[in-house]
């Protein structure tokens, strides 16, 4: 009987927790009908919407349900809910450019006072690829080289913090390496491109730590393969946002081009 309202209680706390990532999507889809009444502008794509939904529901495999659960006894588990919530939902959330659509869909005095705060030096500090970089890959190291790993399992605030971190962190990083949303300062295609294989140096060289020294609890077996689940996983990932970086920097280029070609 205890049992059965335990898991009850756990149903509903899911189903309550699955509010927030079913209003984004509605709140996205939304934005996008609004935006394309607009005769002015360019309809917002579609595969925009698809990348969105998909990343919000990566986001929400993450920290609901069947995933979120072994999480706490398997590190199998909460290395792919890893990857999921720090690396690939940002991804795509990055690349559906949810800062533009918002900037298209509210009235003009509105869209300004955005702007202005993302120019602001708030913004400029976190999104600059060096802090980004420090946020995400060295909030891993804290994680898992600490007491931080263990503590989180035993306190509810601590855990949502970490997984807050955990997401907020890889979107700042994503953010900072493509630009698909206005940005207060944008780097150099080469600058970003050396702090990103520095950062993927930091991240590889962690998973090789942690498949000889695990966080505590966690037993060698499960060690070993949740950390070549975060290294060769966190490399396919990392393949993609170093196409679409590559793609960015040879598009830009063009135009240098063909301007060079007709001098």
């Not at 927030?20 to 579609?46: C, D, E, M, T």
């Not at 962190?169 to 780097?187: C, E, K, N, Q």
Request: charged share 10%; glycine share 8%.
């Amino acid at each position: 009987m205890h049992e059965q309202q335990t898991s009850e209680g756990g149903l509903l706390f899911d189903f309550i927790l699955s509010f927030p990532f079913l209003l984004a999507i509605l709140l996205y889809i939304g934005a996008g009908l609004v935006s394309n009444r607009s005769p002015h502008l360019q309809k917002w794509p579609a595969w925009r919407y698809v990348f969105w939904t998909i990343g919000v529901l990566c986001a929400g495999v993450a920290v609901i349900g069947p995933l979120a659960d072994q999480a706490r006894i398997d590190f199998r588990a909460h290395m792919m809910g890893h990857l999921l919530l720090g690396m690939l939902a940002p991804l795509l959330l990055v690349l559906a450019a949810p800062m533009t659509l918002l900037l298209r869909t509210l009235p003009v005095s509105a869209a300004k006072k955005i702007s202005v705060f993302l120019r602001g030096s708030y913004v400029r500090l976190i999104s600059h690829p060096i802090t980004a970089s420090i946020l995400n890959i060295g909030g891993l190291w804290v994680l898992y080289t600490t007491d931080l790993y263990h503590i989180m399992h035993n306190s509810l605030w601590i855990h949502v913090l970490v997984h807050l971190h955990v997401f907020l962190a890889g979107y700042l990083f994503t953010m900072a390496m493509i630009y698909t949303d206005p940005v207060a300062h944008r780097y150099s295609y080469l600058y970003r491109a050396i702090v990103f294989i520095i950062a993927l140096a930091g991240h590889g060289i962690l998973s090789k730590y942690l498949y000889a020294s695990p966080p505590e609890g966690v037993s060698q077996n499960q060690a070993e393969a949740g950390s070549m689940l975060m290294y060769y996983g966190g490399d396919a990932i990392d393949a993609v946002l170093i196409f679409i970086l590559c793609l960015q920097w040879y598009k830009a280029a063009q135009p240098n081009k063909r301007l060079a070609a007709s001098q």
